[in-house]
């Protein structure tokens, strides 16, 4: 028996490796990026990052309201939303105020530690470089983003920044994060 499933696991690791290569790089269904790296996320686990990635969705809208540039940002902690921001740059007048900097704060102080092991971040937006640097600080083992940005993310100018064990998934509810820094930029104009 145990090696019908040994065997049975090579096989699926197999199987699973194919069916990645053969997946185009844009394909964003239930293929997940971990640092240029492919693997396969569950649908349950799909469903979740859609639904913790809404509530990022409304803290970027709050942004929006007042102002600020429409990013939001939830930290999930075993199945519990721990923290909630969106950028605060211009009330604040802090160039620093970024969405997931306020998050990683809230959430290291709800926690009572610095380290965010156990947790995931839901930001709206890729996270810049600054932002890519704190998180790796964190330990945060999981990134979820909506849309990437190609002018300042931080998988173009620091893609090591994140701790070497991060996942990091992109892509999830990303026309909706798009569109909305899209009309927020097309009003500034």
């Avoid at 309201?65 to 721990?82: K, L, Y």
């Avoid at 971040?121 to 940005?149: F, K």
Wanted: charged fraction near 25%; glycine fraction near 6%.
């Amino acid at each position: 028996m145990l090696f019908y499933l040994e065997n049975y696991a090579v096989k699926l690791r197999e199987l699973c490796r194919q069916t990645i290569r053969k997946v185009p790089p844009n394909y964003l269904g239930n293929i997940c990026g971990l640092r240029k790296k492919m693997y396969l996320c569950s649908m349950e686990e799909q469903n979740k990052d859609e639904q913790y990635m809404r509530k990022a969705l409304q803290e970027a809208e709050a942004a929006f309201d007042e102002g600020e540039i429409p990013i939001g940002a939830v930290v999930v902690c075993q199945d519990h939303i721990i923290a909630r921001a969106h950028n605060l740059t211009e009330t604040l007048h802090d160039v620093t105020a970024h969405a997931e900097m306020q998050a990683i704060t809230q959430a290291a102080n709800e926690l009572g530690g610095k380290y965010l092991t156990d947790c995931t971040l839901y930001v709206t937006v890729e996270p810049c470089t600054m932002c890519a640097g704190a998180l790796g600080w964190s330990q945060i083992p999981r990134i979820v983003y909506g849309c990437s940005d190609p002018k300042r993310g931080y998988s173009d100018y620091a893609p090591h920044a994140l701790h070497p064990k991060c996942k990091v998934i992109g892509g999830i509810l990303e026309e909706e994060c798009r569109q909305l820094m899209q009309e927020f930029f097309q009003q500034k104009r």
